[in-house]
């Protein structure tokens, strides 16, 4: 049998290193570049992907009740033609505990290997899993890339050294010995097993499918609980392939396959809870929106609730050496994947005084304009916005875009569509911008998902800070941004959204793209607000996805 | 300032390593032996725990809203006439919200260093704590000076020790420096704060107040937490110094004293669920009852719920090379404290067929009656019943055992007052044991708290085993227990128990007594059966009290 673990003992370390020193590292390719991939790799890919359309995807389900499908490519506006064996959610999770049993008794470090060897599997299938990201999402080809690419193996990797180093914090046995009282020494020889406590059930999200859903899904079945895997319905193609791959692997390696299942369902035929409501169910892992996060750790708060749902992520405007350098950063935030990522800015707390810049004060209005203009030119060059727009991925987005700009609020900047040079039917938008007053900015407490920003003017900038982490800390935040010159406030700021419970980034400005996160550096969600629980990666994500049992017997 | 941390390292860089380790380790007496302490302590303890009955304790407490009391001794039968301040549920909420502001920020290094600290000042007061133990809870001496003293500070540490490796997994600081796409390198020097997750309420328990209070109170202020103790109300007094001798630390390092709070209430007029219901609760940490702890998981579960209730201890008699031996450990345990222990064993299963020994198959019958004289024999001489059985802690269990040595079920041992040499008006009762079928056996799938204990008729082994297992599983059970001189059997029992979610001890006969758990080695209570989901300690005990906090900042 393959010594799993043996076989990625190197990489599990140097991800453990990494988690713990925490600066820039990933064994994984970000770049699509062909330099960085054998012959043919991205045109095999995107073939594999569309030779997967217009079909019936294969993939076998425990108790199939029939076929659902229904996905259309925010890109092209067409159906991609594939549907899915739909099992019942009992004989999903039967099937899943069942898979289970012999799964416990696997040693962990087994799993464990198993898992990066699961993780490697998917590296090698990243261009095609790039493309069915990219037609379900509405992603350009580089953001797919990236991030159902290298970044969400990368947090999958993280979250699996870092179940990795939580298990082997517990020995396999101990030698005990000890007198009690004047009597001779005792002598017990202990035994530590770690257990699974139960099938854990996946929510993937329909804009980011891999992120969260790789490491849940490694963290669980590494520290021995079976996975149901539930995507959401307008984008289960790329999650449908991991899942496969998952099987795949599993049943090579001698294990159950339904260690790892898909349960597919419909928006008008919801099956996540039904699944959970299974007295199998033991840990739930959701992304996706706050109204329905919030209520799964309501009425399922005996499971394991791990969630990532949203917030009104801010970025408080005090003060720039370099005022256009910030907005030219900060527009690229709302413009990224059309602002539909769990970090991108939404609440722009600019000053009514002003901006403070080594040329002067930049008033208020003047601020708006350039950072409109900003955003205007990110948008100017179709192939430009293109890339880093992408498209829409829920048509109602258009209507929510619609609803706010003839809402009671002034419009900074209109939302348009830009023309697609690849796709002419993409569903587009260009970022609206609406002016908020801090103390009637009940709009801005919660998250516009999608290219929607507002201004929120503030008397001051202490009342913008104020206001921006009371937000974070009331409603949610998963990404907080900052830009001051000034120490004091910089000092102000850090403290600020630390007794939030909210993370910040200060003066990201040059060479990055502000909301980028980085595996194995940035820990992603706090659990200390709204925003969700579940943190990206810290020791509490895996920490209680096990239990250990020991034994102890008398004698040599 | 003194520097908590550097004070007392070597004792937690070397409690880290016995929790990785696991054998046998503590640097604490567990001894009340003169020769082990400064001459004059035992008597000096005893003089001031002499020196707090009959008055008010003092203690100052948040909004005081009156005063309670009440205890009575178990041994003496006589009241104490110590009375505490109690404070008003909100009151005792708000000011330990408002201490938990500055603690927040306290390094978490120096918070650990000041709970050794603490650790050390409850050390130097066991032997009055002891007194206190036993004339509230009806422990002996000797059970009350180890059991307030050496065990529960070995736990104590454990739980801290724990905490400080869980937090120092997650440095302080980063630097991170990587190129994006073909553009320069960017520069984030990163920052980590490890932020508490809100105020932490500790029920203490009745019979054993320190056991567990001291692991929560420790993880909890060593995580930021601010402390609110509940004590049970008939054991007020070890607990009430405990946590004065906190207040005291902390007022002298500089500190608000409200970090740890004393909330006393008394059964007719409980505090603890208005505790919890507070905005500024966050955690909860119960031992006790099953009932009110079930409840609190389900009531409360919003918060970090960690209990210890009960199960129904099993002890499986298979086979033995010495059962004479095996059944006086067993009888042991049955007697010690009156089997108020969360440990003790309750339900002996013998298979129908017998114990098999190398003398050959001992029948049913004779295996009870060679039991039965164990625990005679083990009470026979009312010093060594007194030191082994002390008193039982709520008047209430005389009735318990009354009603069911009067129920439906054969009598196979009677219990009976036995004539304690010291304190002739204690409250004593030897063990209760009756008989029960393995398929009526219903009475025994749940806990009777004190000496009460069934031997269950099992058609053999295998269904002995399988009874013992399901009820742990589906009933809950803290140690279980058996005995085989078969190998596979052994195999089987090992196999049983872990599929079961229980930990079990096997062959348990020489030297030590059967239900002894030791810190640092033992973890206890799995979290997998309905018997509590905390386990001291595994690093879910400490993972989720802190959570993490970080800020990027752009630039050198």
């Known amino acids: ?153 990368d947090r999958g990797l993280e979250a699996l050294a ?71 319905p307008a984008t289960i193609l790329p999650v449908a392939m ?38 199998a169910a033991a840990i739930v892992d959701f992304t996706g929106g706050q109204a329905f996060g919030a209520h799964l750790e309501r009425a399922f708060a005996h499971l394991q609730v791990y969630t990532e749902t949203a917030g009104c992520n801010a970025v408080v405007l005090e003060s720039a050496d370099d005022l256009d350098a910030v907005l030219r950063a900060v527009a690229h935030g709302l413009c990224l994947f059309s602002a539909q990522m769990c970090t991108s800015p939404q609440n722009l707390w600019v000053p009514a005084e002003g901006v403070r810049t080594p040329e002067g004060v930049v008033p208020f209005e003047q601020v708006v304009a350039r950072l409109v203009a900003a955003v205007d030119a990110w948008v100017a060059e179709p192939a430009v916005a293109a890339g880093l727009c992408g498209a829409l991925h829920d048509p109602r987005t258009q209507d929510a875009i619609r609803a706010l700009a003839d809402g009671a609020y002034p419009v900074l900047r209109p939302s348009a569509p830009y023309a697609h040079p690849d796709f002419p039917n993409a569903r587009t938008a260009t970022p609206l911008i609406l002016q908020l007053e801090a103390d009637d900015r009940a709009l801005a407490q919660r998250e516009h998902f999608g290219p929607m920003a507002f201004v929120i003017r503030a008397p001051d900038r202490d009342a913008a800070l104020a206001g921006a982490t009371a937000d974070a800390r009331d409603h949610g935040a ?47 969600v706090t659990g200390l607000n709204p925003a969700g629980t579940a943190c990206l990666t810290d020791l509490a994500f895996v920490a209680r996805r096990f239990r250990v049992v020991q034994s102890k017997v008398e004698g040599a």
């Open 1 to 153: 049998m393959t010594d799993w673990f043996a076989k990625h003992a190197a990489l599990i370390e140097r991800a453990a290193q990494a988690n713990a020193e925490r600066g820039a590292w990933s064994p994984f390719v970000e770049s699509p570049s062909a330099k960085h991939h054998p012959p043919g790799a991205h045109a095999a890919g995107r073939a594999a992907f569309e030779a997967l359309l217009g079909r019936p995807f294969e993939i076998d389900v425990p108790g199939p009740v029939g076929r659902v499908g229904g996905e259309v490519s925010p890109l092209t506006g067409e159906a991609l033609g594939v549907d899915y064996a739909r099992g019942d959610a009992a004989a999903i999770m039967d099937a899943a505990r069942r898979a289970g049993a012999a799964w416990a008794d696997v040693a962990p470090a087994q799993r464990v290997g198993l898992c990066a060897e699961l993780l490697t599997r998917w590296a090698g299938d990243v261009f095609a899993n790039a493309y069915a990201t990219m037609h379900t999402t509405g992603q350009g080809f580089l953001t797919a890339f990236a991030g159902s690419g290298a970044n969400s193996l």
């Open 162 to 232: 870092m179940a990795h180093v939580a298990m082997a914090q517990v020995p396999a046995t101990a030698d005990f010995r000890r007198a009690f009282g004047r009597g001779p020494e005792a002598h017990l020889q202990k035994r530590y097993r770690l257990r699974p406590v139960g099938v854990a059930v996946v929510f993937a999200c329909g804009t980011y499918p891999a992120w969260n859903a790789y490491p849940a899904i490694l963290a669980n079945l590494a520290c021995g609980n079976p996975v149901v895997v539930k995507p959401h």
């Open 242 to 279: 991991a899942v496969r791959t998952g099987r795949e692997l599993l049943r090579e390696a001698g294990f159950d396959a339904n260690l790892l299942t898909l349960a597919v369902d419909t928006r008008e035929d919801p099956v996540g809870e039904a699944l959970l409501r299974h007295p």
């Open 478 to 524: 998963i990404a907080s941004y900052a830009y001051t010159t000034d120490d004091a406030f910089l000092d102000r700021t850090l403290d600020a959204f630390a007794a939030a419970g909210a993370s910040v980034g200060v003066n990201l400005v040059r060479h990055l793209p502000i909301n980028f996160t980085a595996a194995f550096s940035d820990f992603h």
